[in-house]
């Protein structure tokens, strides 16, 4: 027994000699345990790693792929939107911080033109937040008035953004697809997908505080008709529902069709936050500038917002948006404003889009709005067995289009929630914003498609 506490003591001596010696090296398996927990993410991102721009984006990052996938242009912007970008950076003044809210003469632009888009009165100071692009927007809205536990309608597909953005701020979101009405052809409508009104209804309860309304629709291309919008409208009022309205490629509508702002209908002002952009209606999506209007009782919770986090948006890029939409304004009653004149130039890149891809025998959705064409790839009967099991037809697609045939497109289920993923992962979106030579390189590889790869 003498002999056994000895040992220990000797043992015990020896380990505290060791821990003086070697501190770091004996703490470390400890320590870094310990910190792993103390580091660990927060409870509101847990989950939302995954981001399918940041994927694709590096997968389609070599210059020999032709890039249909993001809702990048790669047409020039109208040249005086960049000669005044170029004026404003010579103003000293203009190189400094700007009213936080949004730049002065901004806001008063956008005002005038809101004011005559929506045939009412818009404060620009109480009615208008300048924020960082349209996510920055969604960002405010969704921080500044959804609350824990409450729960958020999204129309699926949907801009991936929306989902966590709801979960972020503590909500739940719920889902509702657009379903396809079945029609005879080859092409088919972004019109044909419509929402079910009783399923509409069903989903909204005392918990709902808001729906994410998107139209023009990113990635189908509907255009909601009055009709449609007063559905929505309805059971906003009945339930006292919140409306956000995503409508930043409001401009891009094509011939037949009519962009009406749900802000617009009886009821509907004072419970809609209305989200644009200068991305999407000048071609300039590296400016990062989009903008909320509502009234004044709500537009007030999204500033809060963004007076701790962001605070302000670049002074000389506020300024050359808000000159050129004067430009713009002044001439909204002319076919040569930019409003119109952008939607002109697409159409004619739509439609080459979708003959090409009914030429080589696929079946494309053919939108109303907005600059993304989504198509069914099933015809194509590719082979895909070899690749990642877990991942859906589409994710497995578009990475094989662009390792084997050097074109990128986005697949269709990152838009949507996970009991609809399977409804449309035989989809995939490509964007026509594009360059005529980036269109022709495209057709060029479609019309190969059967052809053996060198």
């Known amino acids: 027994m003498f002999f056994a506490q000895q040992s220990l003591c000797c043992l015990g001596i020896r380990t505290q000699l060791l821990k003086t010696i070697y501190p770091v090296r004996f703490f470390r398996f400890s320590t870094s345990a310990t910190m792993a927990l103390k580091h660990k993410n927060a409870k509101r991102i847990e989950g939302l790693d995954v981001n399918v721009w940041v994927e694709f984006t590096k997968v389609a990052a070599d210059p020999s792929i032709v890039n249909l996938g993001q809702g990048l242009p790669d047409i020039s912007p109208p040249s005086y939107v960049k000669e005044e970008l170029a004026k404003a950076a010579t103003v000293d003044r203009l190189n400094q911080y700007t009213r936080g809210f949004g730049h002065p003469l901004l806001v008063k632009a956008l ?22 692009g349209g996510y920055g927007s969604l960002f405010s809205a969704i921080q500044g008035l959804i609350e824990e536990g409450d729960e958020v309608i999204i129309i699926e597909p949907f801009f991936d953004c929306y989902e966590p953005m709801v979960k972020m701020a503590g909500g739940k979101p719920v889902f509702i697809p657009l379903r396809y009405k079945t029609v005879v052809g080859n092409s088919t409508s972004s019109a044909d997908w419509v929402l ?23 990635p189908i291309g509907k255009v ?38 749900i802000a617009t209908l009886p009821g509907m002002w004072e419970r809609t936050i209305t989200i644009g952009s200068a991305g999407k209606t000048y071609s300039v999506t590296g400016w990062k500038l989009g903008w909320s209007i509502g009234p004044q009782h709500l537009i007030k919770h999204l ?38 004149s952008l939607s002109q130039e697409l159409e004619g890149k739509r439609n080459r889009m979708a003959q090409l891809l009914q030429e080589v025998g696929l079946k494309p959705v053919i939108p109303d709005g907005g600059y993304f064409m989504i198509v069914d790839v099933s015809a194509l009967n590719v082979d895909l067995s070899d690749m990642e099991a877990n991942q859906h037809y589409d ?31 035989k989809y995939i979106r490509f964007c026509f914003i594009k360059q005529d030579s980036t269109l022709a390189a495209a057709e060029v ?4 498609w059967n052809k053996p790869t060198s």
């Open 111 to 132: 005002s005038q033109v809101y004011e005559k888009v929506c045939g009412r009165k818009i404060d620009p100071y109480t009615d208008i937040l300048v924020t960082v």
């Open 196 to 218: 079910d009104p009783i399923e509409l209804a069903s989903k909204f309860n005392s918990r709902t505080k808001a729906i994410i309304l998107n139209t023009p629709h990113n």
């Open 224 to 261: 909601f008709t009055k009709e449609e919008l007063q559905v929505i409208a309805d059971l906003c009022i009945k339930h006292d529902t919140l409306c956000l309205s995503d409508e930043v490629y409001e401009w891009l509508v094509y011939k037949g069709n009519k962009h009406i702002k």
């Open 303 to 340: 500033q809060v917002v963004q007076q701790n986090t962001l605070y302000t948006c670049p002074t000389p890029l506020q300024e050359a948006l808000a000159q050129a939409l004067w430009i713009d304004f002044k001439r909204m009653d002319d076919p040569d404003c930019y409003f119109y």
């Open 395 to 425: 994710y497995k697609f578009v990475k094989w289009m662009i390792k084997s045939k050097k074109l990128s497109a986005i697949p269709l289920t990152a838009f949507c929630g996970p009991e609809t993923k399977k409804q449309f992962e």
């Open 445 to 448: 590889i479609l019309k190969n």
